[in-house]
């Protein structure tokens, strides 16, 4: 029996997920993820690790399928429900995915896949819960048998699968339970999309791992979390540095009076979490001065689930990430792989249960990210100072991370250059308050369109192609892209270059 089931089967009576104000117990969870497994299965015994993607709003509807999936020996490919079309026909047709459940109003962006696909489609909506028998019997899953494929952007212009594992997925949860104290007495809000880590495992995983309660909101919104909040009902929290930004200037337009009550909530959290990104001290000490709380800064990535964190009970240190996690081995290397001493920055190696096992169909890709020691490499440079991890940046000028979300200059500039108007590109993240990262793009114009550069008709037509968390933010049009000797575009001339402008 795989352990987030067991786990889930010691705590039936709990509240397991309130959503739009209806609440959902272990119990119910168990029963109808059973039955899903049943409609998922359709008279075999085992789904043998085919891929079922799902796309289908953060809350019950997407924790069913999800344990539904796994239930029935499959694994799970979780869509991000605000793609176009391109980027979510390229997930479903790279994980090959023979069975796609999604919630109805999603039938409109995938139409045209829907058909010509030979894919077996479950809508939820047509499912009638109460007409499904439960299957007679459920698969024995082994925990080293795949369980979820997660796309990260990388230094490849197309994002790559992540595969992890049970084994993984377990330690991933197990260690973050052991550090950060979690009890089945937790009330969290998950505010994150469910297609990465940090919502999936921190948030969603941790919390029923737990048989904890975990709160679904329509979406990231200031006014929906800060009325959970006054209702008493949470007391972890858990988001991106760009989200306490947001949530920061939304509580700087209450009156002192609404500030007050609001304070007085936030006190009585016992922990409240940021990461994904570099967590600005000026964030953190203004998030202090409101709520009371020394946010708990740590570090993680799709590849490892979280690996370095701050102590609970501990010194939280600003700027700095912490100490490796239970069960996480860390290293700081130099460029031949080789350990460096403490104060001498280097690339964060890492080792464990916690690290995934592949990128999907991909197996150079595989190789060249392991050391031949068996060290996944984060391309993250870190130092150590006084037993803290310190995030210095990362070796790729070409990842850049723009609210929490790691997105590939390649992957843009791929799609630009597609553009008629566009002759040659660069994109590149600028440092920005809000967002970490800003996306932006030097673009030179085809001669045709050197005095008709419509920005605006630019940005409308990208996202077409790709999610609007990916669209440059501003432009820059050149007679020429700054290269170096060799004919390489020069990056850090470029973000330059904007920050001048
Ligand atoms: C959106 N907008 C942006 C933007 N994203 N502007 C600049 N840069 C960006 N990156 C603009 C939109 O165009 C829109 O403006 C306005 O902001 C609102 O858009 P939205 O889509 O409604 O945004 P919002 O819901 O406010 O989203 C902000 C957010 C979201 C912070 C909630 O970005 C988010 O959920 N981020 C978390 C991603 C995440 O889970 N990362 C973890 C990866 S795992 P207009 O003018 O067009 O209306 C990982 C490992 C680890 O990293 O360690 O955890
Ligand atoms: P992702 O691939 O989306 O999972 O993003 C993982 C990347 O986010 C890491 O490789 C880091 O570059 C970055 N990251 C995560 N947490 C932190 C943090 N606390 N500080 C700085 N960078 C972080």
């Given at each position: 029996m795989?352990?987030?089931?067991e786990?889930?089967?010691?705590h ?28 998922l ?19 019950f ?16 490919v979780?869509?991000?429900?605000t793609?176009?079309?391109?980027s ?11 069975l796609?459940?999604?919630s ?12 010509t ?14 007409r499904?028998?439960f299957?007679?019997s459920l698969?024995?899953?082994?925990k080293q ?6 796309y ?13 594992t049970?084994i993984?997925?377990?330690?991933q ?8 104290e ?5 009330r969290?809000?998950?505010?994150l999309p ?8 921190n948030v ?6 737990a ?19 006054e ?5 972890v ?26 304070r ?5 959290f ?14 953190m ?14 570090y ?16 939280r240190?600003?700027g700095y ?8 081995q ?27 096992k ?10 060249a ?7 996944f ?7 150590i ?8 940046g990362r070796?790729?000028?070409?990842i ?6 790691k ?15 566009i ?5 590149v993240g600028?440092d ?31 996202v ?6 990916k669209?440059p ?8 892209l ?7 575009v020069v990056?850090?001339?470029i ?7």
């Open positions: 795989l352990q987030f089931f786990q889930a089967r010691k039936l009576e709990n509240d397991a997920i309130v959503h739009d104000g209806v609440i959902y117990k272990y119990e119910q969870l168990i029963a109808t993820s059973q039955k899903y497994s049943g409609i299965l359709n008279g075999s015994s085992d789904l043998n690790e085919a891929r079922v993607a799902f796309m289908v709003h953060p809350g509807d997407y924790v069913k399928i999800l344990w539904s999936i796994w239930l029935s020996g499959g694994v799970a979780p869509l991000c429900i793609h176009p079309l391109p979510l026909e390229y997930v479903l047709d790279d994980t090959q995915s023979s796609l459940v999604i109805k109003e999603f039938k409109e962006v995938l139409a045209t896949y829907l058909q696909a030979n894919i077996r489609v479950i809508v939820i909506e047509d499912v009638n819960e109460e499904i028998a299957p007679a698969p024995q899953i082994e048998r795949n369980a979820l494929i997660l990260t952007s990388g230094t490849t212009n197309k994002p790559k699968g992540v595969v992890t049970h993984n997925i377990e330690a949860i197990s260690t973050l339970i052991h550090a950060w979690w009890t089945s007495n937790d969290i809000t998950c505010v469910l297609h990465h880590v940090h919502g999936i495992i969603v995983g941790c919390s029923l791992w048989g904890a309660t975990c709160y679904f909101t329509a979406g990231f919104s200031p006014k929906l979390i800060f009325n959970l909040i209702q008493g009902k949470l007391n929290f858990m988001a991106v540095p760009t989200i306490y930004y947001k949530l920061i200037a939304y509580i700087e337009t209450l009156t002192m009076d609404e500030q007050n009550t609001l007085e909530c936030l006190k009585k016992r922990l409240m979490v940021c990461g994904s990104a570099a967590l600005p001290v000026t964030v000490d203004k998030w202090a001065h409101i709520s009371g709380h020394l946010l708990l800064e740590r993680g990535m799709t590849e490892l689930g979280m690996a370095i964190s701050n102590p609970y009970h501990g010194d240190k600003a990430v912490g100490i490796p996690l239970p069960g996480v860390i290293m700081l290397a130099d460029e031949n792989y080789v350990q460096v001493v403490d104060q001498i920055p280097g690339e964060i190696l890492v080792k464990g249960d916690n690290v995934f592949e990128y999907w169909q991909r197996p150079e890709a595989t190789q990210t392991f050391t031949k020691d068996g060290w490499k984060t391309g993250d440079i870190a130092v100072e006084n037993g803290y991890y310190r995030i210095m070796q790729s000028v070409d850049i991370k723009s609210g929490g979300y997105i590939s200059a390649l992957e843009i500039e791929e799609v630009l250059r597609t553009n008629e108007m002759h040659d590109c660069a994109v600028i920005d308050d809000e967002w970490g990262e800003l996306i932006v793009a030097a673009i030179v114009l085809k001669d045709a369109f050197s005095n008709d550069f419509n920005e605006k008709k630019l940005s409308d037509w990208i077409n192609y790709i999610a609007s968390y669209k933010r501003r432009y820059l049009v050149m007679n020429d700054p290269r170096n000797a060799m004919g390489k990056k850090n001339d973000k330059k270059m904007f920050v001048l402008k």
